[in-house]
């Protein structure tokens, strides 16, 4: 078993050279971010966190980490009819930005019940980035030992209401959560709408 080591300043360093190398679809082949062993609720073959049970959008993406975060295929550039070019997750969920959380440095601030809503989009040895800015992609250390993906220095996460791609439902929500748009701004309709 490969041990683990943190990567937190050698991950970001790692995934901005992988993406500026390879232009603007990337793929990341050194892992940034592993799903770290929990006691009692894990897959006895890998150690991993099981996929809870039930229907909702958030159980549909796979292996999860403690903190509920979800590791998707891609991160891509999206288009949004009303707020104009957003990121968006593999499968065109959209992603959000938390107004609590630092930019610089990179920290996310949502912990606890705020996972419930807000899934962390996190970065694995195969994500791939499409049609964004390798210079505003990143990661930050969680507390659970993974890296979450920030655009502009912003962690980024799905919203669980959103139960169908494109929906921006968490646009606004407490005044704190807003669409991310791909230079890690809150996005906002394009000029003349």
């Known amino acids: ?29 050194d892992p940034v971010a592993l799903p770290q062993p929990d006691s009692g609720n894990t897959r006895p073959d890998t150690g991993a966190a099981q996929q809870p049970t039930g229907g909702t959008p958030q159980n549909d993406l796979g ?20 707020l104009g070019p957003v990121v968006l997750d593999g499968q065109g969920f959209t992603l959000y930005r938390f107004d609590e959380d630092e930019s ?18 996190l970065a694995n040895e195969k994500i791939k980035f499409e049609n964004l800015d390798p210079a505003v992609l990143g990661v930050t250390a969680r507390s659970d030992g993974t890296q979450q993906v920030t655009v502009g220095g912003w962690p980024v996460y799905r919203y669980a209401e959103d139960r169908v791609p494109g929906r921006i439902s968490g646009q606004g929500a407490d005044g704190r959560w807003f669409v991310v748009g791909p230079d890690g701004d809150k996005a906002a309709a394009p000029a003349g709408q």
């Open 104 to 121: 610089s440095p990179s920290r996310s601030n949502c912990t606890g019940g705020c996972l419930q809503q807000w899934l962390p989009v």
């Open 63 to 82: 292996q999860r980490s403690r903190d509920g975060g979800y590791w998707p295929a891609s991160v891509q550039l999206g288009e949004n009819p009303e």
């Open 1 to 29: 078993m490969k041990a683990l080591i943190p990567r937190t300043l050698l991950g970001s360093v790692t995934l901005a050279v992988a993406l500026f190398a390879t232009g603007c679809t990337s793929t990341v082949t």
